[in-house]
């Protein structure tokens, strides 16, 4: 496992933009893939973002075109740029980290707050 520190939320109007960034513990590399995910009240946690050992980046259907997902390896970061902001994203997000052997989401970090105002 990681420790992994977020940072970045914060309170923003629909159609601003916010930039989220994790700092992991020690190298992401060793991770199968680094991912974001989100909570909001009421809902299931989504997988927003992820981004694999190898630089292959995914999406949820309703962030494509706005938020983009990228690393630092050698400063073992993860941000998200979140753009085009909407108050559906309106969220708790969470860097996450996949198991490299079995494939868990196992670390986890405590989250930032994004709120988007209409």
């Known amino acids: 496992q990681v420790q992994l520190v977020e940072s970045g939320g914060g309170l923003v109007q629909a159609g601003g933009s916010l930039r989220l960034s994790c700092a992991a513990s020690?190298?992401?590399?060793?991770?199968?893939?680094m991912g974001w995910y989100r909570q909001a009240p009421g809902l299931q946690r989504e997988l927003v973002a992820v981004i694999g050992r190898w630089g292959i980046t995914e999406y949820t259907d309703s962030v494509k075109g706005r938020f983009t997902i990228s690393r630092d390896v050698a400063k073992n970061t993860v941000s998200l740029q979140m753009n085009s902001l909407k108050p559906e994203d309106t969220a708790v997000y969470l860097c996450?980290?996949?198991?490299?052997?079995?494939?868990?989401?196992?670390?986890w970090g405590q989250g930032t707050q994004v709120t988007v105002s209409s």
């Open positions: 996450a980290a996949e198991d490299l052997v079995n494939g868990v989401w196992d670390s």
């Open positions: 020690r190298s992401i590399f060793n991770f199968n893939r």
